[in-house]
């Protein structure tokens, strides 16, 4: 595993710095601190690039002249891998579940800004998308180029190495926590913090807060994560009792959709102390983190991590619901 960690192409600023906020701490009662993953680059931030750091090493090792992943028109990841297109060079290829949008804001304003160029599949199309794109890189390689195809999220066994690699961060920080939260989209990130745990013996439970789809989907989605780290690395990920760390409570009235209620939260935490969430994924964890506060199952004395993923461009396309805040 410490060799495979080495295989990577560097490209976010890391580590990332943990940063302890006291007054949201004596707010909700407990000692939370943030890993500001949300920081490891500007225009790419977020868990994404720790995860394509890795992808990207065997699409180097592969040729890759092209890079192309899929997901939807906000998506953070597509976000992350037209930045690294760009900066490595590459063509960009982002297959999109929706129409074309009308006007360009958020993550899909920063792909076209990047120059990646975007392919749109209505939601039923989008089902088959690991088909579509399959059948897009054999046209790509039948004229001559070398395409490489990210699955959605980079959640494979690749792109969660750059999660382990998050938890020797913390082992080298020399910090200790009783608890780590993230959320859960694709379930990648916590693969990788499970696994970096195990294999570092780095003490704390591991909380995923799933923000989209119910905890039977994520098992199955770690699942096949854990075949993934058998079959090409020779890596156990133990998954023993993995349904009693995810919650799948706090998907609210749906995937990328808020209540006031949840957007008022993040304007709280955003004016108490400067802690901006991103509305999709990390405000609906640190929400679940919160009620797992108020219910006791976390005790005032324990000391959180929580994992601040990025996405902060996920704001923007959601201006309008902000109408409550009077400046
Ligand atoms: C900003 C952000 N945070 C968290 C996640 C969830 O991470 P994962 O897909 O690895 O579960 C995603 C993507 O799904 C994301 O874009």
Same mark, same amino acid.
């Given at each position: 595993?410490?060799?495979?960690? *080495?295989?990577?192409?560097?490209?976010?600023?890391?580590?990332?710095?943990?940063?302890?906020?006291?007054?949201?701490?004596?707010?909700?009662?407990?000692?939370?601190?943030?890993?500001?993953?949300?920081?490891?680059?500007?225009?790419?931030?977020?868990?994404?690039?720790?995860?394509?750091?890795?992808?990207?090493?065997?699409?180097?090792?592969?040729?890759?002249?092209?890079?192309?992943?899929?997901?939807?028109?906000?998506?953070? +990841?597509?976000?992350?891998?037209?930045?690294?297109?760009?900066?490595?060079?590459?063509?960009?290829?982002?297959?999109?579940?929706?129409?074309?949008?009308?006007?360009?804001?958020?993550?899909?304003?920063?792909? @076209?800004?990047?120059?990646?160029? /975007?392919?749109?599949?209505?939601?039923?199309?989008?089902?088959?998308?690991?088909?579509?794109?399959?059948?897009?890189?054999? $046209?790509?390689?039948?004229?001559?180029? %070398?395409?490489?195809? @990210?699955?959605?999220?980079?959640?494979?066994?690749?792109?969660?190495?750059?999660?382990?690699?998050?938890? $020797?961060?913390?082992?080298?920080?020399?910090?200790?926590?009783?608890?780590?939260?993230?959320?859960?989209?694709?379930?990648?990130?916590?693969?990788?913090?499970?696994?970096?745990?195990? +294999?570092?013996?780095?003490?704390? @439970?591991?909380?995923? #807060?799933?923000?989209?789809?119910?905890?039977?989907?994520?098992? %199955?989605?770690? =699942?096949?994560?854990?075949?993934?780290?058998? *079959?090409?690395?020779?890596?156990?990920?133990?998954?023993?009792?993995?349904?009693?760390?995810?919650?799948?409570?706090?998907?609210?009235?749906?995937?990328?959709?808020?209540?006031?209620?949840?957007?008022?939260?993040?304007?709280?935490? /955003?004016?108490?102390?400067?802690?901006?969430?991103?509305?999709?994924?990390?405000? $609906?964890?640190?929400?679940?983190?919160?009620?797992?506060?108020?219910?006791?199952?976390? $005790?005032?004395?324990?000391? #959180?991590?929580?994992?601040?993923?990025?996405?902060?461009?996920?704001?923007?396309?959601?201006?309008?619901?902000?109408?409550?805040? =009077?400046?």
């Amino acid at each position: 595993m410490d060799a495979q960690l *080495e295989k990577r192409v560097p490209l976010a600023n890391l580590p990332t710095p943990i940063q302890y906020y006291p007054r949201i701490s004596e707010t909700y009662g407990a000692h939370i601190s943030v890993k500001r993953d949300d920081l490891s680059e500007s225009v790419a931030s977020g868990n994404k690039l720790r995860k394509m750091e890795y992808v990207l090493y065997e699409a180097t090792k592969a040729g890759a002249d092209t890079l192309i992943t899929c997901g939807g028109i906000q998506s953070n +990841h597509c976000r992350t891998v037209a930045w690294i297109a760009a900066k490595m060079g590459l063509r960009c290829i982002l297959l999109l579940r929706g129409d074309r949008p009308e006007t360009r804001q958020g993550n899909y304003l920063i792909d @076209s800004i990047l120059g990646a160029e /975007a392919r749109f599949y209505s939601a039923e199309e989008f089902t088959d998308i690991n088909a579509i794109a399959e059948d897009l890189c054999k $046209k790509l390689r039948d004229e001559g180029s %070398n395409p490489y195809y @990210s699955p959605m999220g980079a959640s494979v066994a690749t792109g969660s190495l750059g999660y382990v690699r998050m938890v $020797k961060e913390l082992v080298e920080s020399g910090q200790q926590f009783d608890k780590i939260y993230c959320a859960l989209g694709s379930g990648g990130t916590y693969a990788g913090i499970v696994l970096g745990c195990q +294999h570092f013996a780095y003490g704390p @439970s591991i909380h995923g #807060i799933a923000v989209c789809d119910d905890t039977a989907y994520f098992v %199955n989605e770690l =699942t096949r994560i854990q075949k993934e780290f058998k *079959e090409q690395y020779a890596i156990n990920l133990d998954l023993e009792h993995i349904e009693q760390f995810i919650d799948d409570h706090y998907v609210g009235i749906g995937y990328a959709q808020n209540t006031k209620e949840e957007l008022e939260i993040l304007h709280h935490l /955003a004016k108490t102390e400067g802690l901006v969430l991103d509305p999709v994924y990390s405000l $609906k964890a640190f929400i679940g983190m919160l009620d797992h506060i108020k219910k006791g199952s976390i $005790k005032p004395d324990e000391r #959180i991590l929580f994992v601040h993923t990025g996405g902060h461009y996920g704001i923007f396309p959601k201006g309008n619901e902000f109408q409550f805040i =009077t400046l």
